[in-house]
């Protein structure tokens, strides 16, 4: 199988490029793949390369006239025999020629190309707390974006409760919706312990990820115990750059915080080992959290924000997570301390997750999406419309 994925892709743990670098990893070692292109996003910090059976050629930047254009040539150089796009609502930038991008895999769909879609967010009612300009002319924009997606082969989602959410517009024609959960990338274990009072928050920052109320509660959980150390990874969403950079000229004096920055991938891992909780302090969430999958796989206890798609995930996956009241410091204060001073507590989550994290593993979700990239076994022509649910158009 030739195999396009359409992703932004960058070398350090950002967002949803992380997830395209490591399942791409997974499917390059794959029998079933012979030739794998990322097509992705410029970026000065990673030019084209390639490396075995993976090239990554930068052919597009999110917002420009010709980006649909400048991804459809490279699909017809490839001749592939599927496309994955592994897609965020923000992805394609923020001009009125930006929304195009979401027509792609209906484009190559038509072509007769198998055309799989991950959509990794699902609110589109919390925009003014995400930093979005908010309005009725937006969210229209941001529904028609999701209708055009669900015109694709498969759309999968991260939650099953946005994969039934899809499912009420979901007509004849449209794509089959399936649920993948989202996973870890490294082998699931118990890494050992490391210092006991650790706290680790690690994500692409932006105003609504919370950081400022992790601070405070970190501030008064230093009253309590003063051995106790925030080390703040990750870097700027795209949406908001320079964020991280302002919070830092703000608490950048508070005495226990590392500031580590960007995370190499070879690095995330002993980032995890250092730590000895995981916080997801949101305010709000657009779906799940690769943190917390991150965490699960390395045996280290999560707390989240009391949030919907939070909730979501713990319950279908089989996740055991330590829930907060959102933005409330005094709380989240409480339940560190609580974490923190009870090893036995923090040892039987670990246990209870380590689980869930094989179940969800790497190998696991590489094996879902070749299954949902060969498609049916009939055989199809470029001009026929399959039996498929989707209504892939057969070669």
Not at 182 to 202: F, H, K, Q, R, W
């Amino acid at each position: 199988m030739r195999l396009a994925v359409v992703s932004k892709f960058s070398p350090s743990v950002e967002g949803i490029t992380e997830y395209a670098r490591h399942v791409v990893r997974g499917l390059s070692a794959r029998p079933e793949t012979d030739q794998i292109t990322v097509i992705a996003n410029r970026t000065a910090a990673d030019p084209a390369s390639r490396r075995s059976d993976v090239e990554v050629r930068r052919v597009w930047s999110a917002g420009e006239v010709s980006l649909v254009m400048r991804i459809l040539r490279e699909v017809g150089r490839l001749k592939p025999d599927a496309v994955w796009y592994n897609v965020g609502l923000s992805m394609f930038g923020e001009t009125i020629f930006s929304p195009s991008g979401f027509a792609l895999p209906l484009i190559t769909h038509r072509l007769g190309i198998r055309s799989i879609v991950t959509l990794h967010e699902r609110r589109l009612d919390q925009l003014a707390e995400l930093g979005v300009p908010d309005g009725l002319v937006r969210r229209a924009v941001l529904r028609a974006s999701v209708r055009l997606l669900l015109l694709s082969d498969v759309v999968c989602v991260t939650t099953d409760q946005h994969r039934r959410e899809l499912e009420q517009h979901r007509s004849p024609g449209h794509a089959q919706i399936v649920h993948l959960p989202l996973c870890g990338y490294d082998s699931p274990v118990l890494e050992p312990a490391g210092d006991p009072t650790t706290i680790l928050m690690l994500t692409s920052h932006a105003p609504h990820k919370n950081l400022p109320t992790l601070i405070v509660a970190f501030r008064q959980l230093r009253r309590r115990l003063p051995a106790a150390r925030l080390l703040v990874a990750g870097v700027d969403h795209p949406r908001f750059v320079g964020y991280l950079q302002s919070v830092k000229e703000r608490y950048g004096a508070e005495p226990g915080i590392e500031w580590i920055g960007p995370v190499p991938e070879d690095s995330l891992r002993p980032l995890l080992r250092r730590a000895t909780v995981v916080v997801v302090p949101y305010r709000v969430a657009t779906g799940s959290s690769a943190t917390v999958h991150q965490a699960a796989s390395a045996g280290r206890p999560v707390i989240v924000s009391n949030l919907p798609e939070f909730r979501s995930m713990a319950e279908e996956e089989d996740l055991w997570l330590e829930f907060c009241r959102r933005g409330d410091p005094e709380h989240l204060t409480d339940a560190l301390e609580a974490l923190l001073t009870d090893p036995a507590r923090r040892g039987a989550i670990a246990r209870h997750n380590l689980e869930s994290a094989r179940k969800n593993s790497l190998a696991a979700t590489t094996d879902r999406y070749v299954g949902l990239l060969q498609g049916p076994t009939a055989s199809r022509s470029r001009t026929t419309v399959s039996g498929w649910p989707s209504g892939a158009l057969s070669r």
